[in-house]
DNA sequence: TATATAATAGTAATCGTTACTAATATTAAT
DNA sequence: ATTAATATTAGTAACGATTACTATTATATA
């Protein structure tokens, strides 16, 4: 049997990304981690970050922006990617957990899991146009 | 100002996504118009299939598997990914719409659309195992 | 038919990510 | 504590998906 053993390296990525609300990428989360560890190579933070989202400690984010963002609060939530400065934000609203429900109903595979994100333009770069 | 002008190979491009339900990559697409575009490159490809996701006349779907897939069918609908054939299929349900309405409702930016995928076992993965 | 320019083929380059390997760190057993 | 077993790492190379570049071709307009 493969046993996991503990890591520094992947202490500080978790526990960096518990710090940050805006969903970094592998490469975002490599540079904030330098100072720490001048060492440390993108491979294992693309290593880890892979190995925390199988074991459920992450998620992966995935909005069509050709890099994966990751998020440490694994509660249900929804995302929102802004079209004009490409931030992936939180959107909180209420739980719509039970669309899997709806999906179940005239589906004849396994329904694990959803992923919803909204697209459209944040508050932020709705300002500025003004 | 700059125009579109129209070209064979986007039309081929288009006319191919149409007759399939499966929504193709990039890779297939190219590999399915070779035979009547021997000529036709890859860069060109991508160039339209960008272009028609752009003009809305098809979608792009963002699941996670590292590599984008695209779907002529741009009426609202739902797709689900399973994680074991990595197949990406429609998955029929009543519409869900509505949920822009409530993602907006504690939202200050302005939701132009969403993306839901579902993530499972398909129902043929689920036979196999029988 | 000529002109303007958008689109293409072909290729090279880029970017995100994964694979490889020898060296190191962690764990469990002595 | 020491050793042995092995998971993890750093460093680098390789990979696959996608984009950029450029001379040529196709399309649209006059």
């Known amino acids: 049997m493969k046993t996991i053993k503990h890591s520094r390296q992947r202490d500080a990525i978790y526990n960096f990304l518990c710090t940050r609300k805006d969903h970094p990428t592998a ?3 490599y540079n904030n981690i330098l100072p720490e ?3 440390i190579s993108l491979g294992t933070v693309y290593r880890n970050l892979s190995l925390l989202t199988e074991l459920g400690q992450i ?4 909005c069509g922006d050709n890099s994966e963002h990751f ?3 694994i509660s249900s939530h929804n995302h929102f990617y802004c079209r004009k400065c490409k931030a992936v ?3 909180p609203m209420e739980n719509i957990d039970f669309i899997e429900t709806l999906a179940s109903n005239s589906f ?3 329904i694990e899991s959803h992923k919803t994100y909204f697209v ?3 508050e932020n770069c709705l300002n ?3």
Chains 1, 2 share one sequence.
């Not at 998620?59 to 995935?62: G, H, L, N, P």
């Open 27 to 29: 490469d975002i989360v």
């Open 37 to 39: 560890f001048p060492n």
């Open 59 to 62: 998620q992966k984010i995935s």
């Open 71 to 73: 998020d440490a609060d």
């Open 89 to 91: 934000i939180d959107l």
């Open 108 to 110: 004849g595979g396994k």
């Open 120 to 122: 459209g333009i944040c």
């Open 128 to 130: 500025e146009n003004m």
